[in-house]
């Protein structure tokens, strides 16, 4: 299991270790739908429970892609799936 980290004042804890989904839909060329999936579900195994996605990723195709690996996986591990918008601030995970 990874380490734990608290994410904002709502009590949430997410995995110290987060998988940035963003090249998994845009910016990086075509993606590849099951190798992303693969990767997700292998870093749901591995204890990551902080993917990180946005609406501006695809038009929201990263978010639908991240919905389609998950679907069957959810409450797994404590998973949790961090979104940012472009409103959002950042956090520094310290």
Same mark, same amino acid.
């Given at each position: /299991? #990874?380490?734990?980290?608290?994410?904002?004042? +709502?009590?949430?804890?997410? @995995? $110290?270790?987060? !998988?940035?989904? /963003?090249?998994? @839909?845009?910016? %990086?060329?075509?993606? &590849?739908?099951?190798?992303?999936?693969? =990767?997700?579900?292998?870093?749901? *195994? #591995?204890?990551? =429970?902080? !993917? &990180?996605? $946005? &609406?501006? %990723?695809? @038009?929201?195709?990263? *978010? *639908? #892609?991240?919905?389609?690996?998950?679907? &069957?996986?959810?409450?797994?591990?404590?998973?949790?799936?961090? +979104?940012? @918008?472009? =409103?959002?601030?950042?956090?520094?995970?310290?």
């Amino acid at each position: /299991m #990874l380490p734990q980290r608290k994410l904002g004042t +709502q009590g949430l804890k997410v @995995s $110290a270790l987060g !998988l940035g989904c /963003m090249g998994m @839909s845009e910016f %990086y060329g075509a993606g &590849d739908e099951q190798e992303s999936i693969a =990767t997700i579900h292998r870093s749901i *195994e #591995l204890g990551c =429970t902080f !993917l &990180d996605t $946005a &609406d501006m %990723y695809g @038009s929201g195709k990263n *978010e *639908e #892609l991240v919905g389609r690996a998950i679907k &069957d996986r959810r409450g797994c591990a404590g998973h949790q799936i961090r +979104q940012r @918008s472009r =409103t959002q601030r950042r956090i520094s995970g310290r």
